[in-house]
């Protein structure tokens, strides 16, 4: 069953990733107390699956963290996944697109940044369309009433 595996929120630009074990989507902001708020980049997703293949894929085990992604999910691909709405918990978030992979990756892990290009490594930016309380281990789901048209 697909569910949100980890919440990391980035407190100041270009600051580190704090984990937690729940946070609050506010409705076309974003996660509270996080560094980024409104527009459209309000959220980034990566799927846990992927990063690991990925870090495989270099001979490496790297932690989620060094994405720097807001949420971690199993279970569920989001590879061209632009305009679909994502459901986790009760929240919704609509996913606005790809998220490319900055110089900051192989500063983590060398040959991450190119590697991450394909088939939508770096994961999904999204805004928060329905705000509320997730925890991890809450179920994630794609939105089937809303299909990928937007």
């Known amino acids: 069953m697909p569910q949100l595996h980890q919440i990391w929120i980035k407190r100041a630009h270009r600051g580190t990733m704090d984990a937690a074990s729940r946070a609050t989507l506010v409705s076309g902001r974003g996660i509270a107390g996080n560094a980024n708020q409104g527009g459209t980049r309000q959220v980034t997703i990566i799927d846990l699956e992927r990063w690991e293949e990925l870090t495989d894929q270099l ?16 279970g569920l691909d989001l590879f061209d996944s632009q305009g679909r709405t994502l459901r986790i918990g009760a929240t919704r978030l609509l996913v606005r697109g790809e998220t490319r992979p900055c110089q900051r990756m192989d500063d983590a892990l060398d ?40």
């Open 59 to 74: 001979g490496a085990r790297l932690g989620t963290g060094a994405r720097r992604a807001n949420l971690v999910i199993t």
């Open 111 to 150: 040959g991450l940044q190119s590697a991450m290009r394909e088939r939508w490594g770096g994961g999904v930016f999204a805004e928060v369309v329905d705000g509320g309380e997730i925890s991890v281990g809450d179920q994630v789901a794609w939105d089937v009433e809303n299909p990928k048209s937007q």
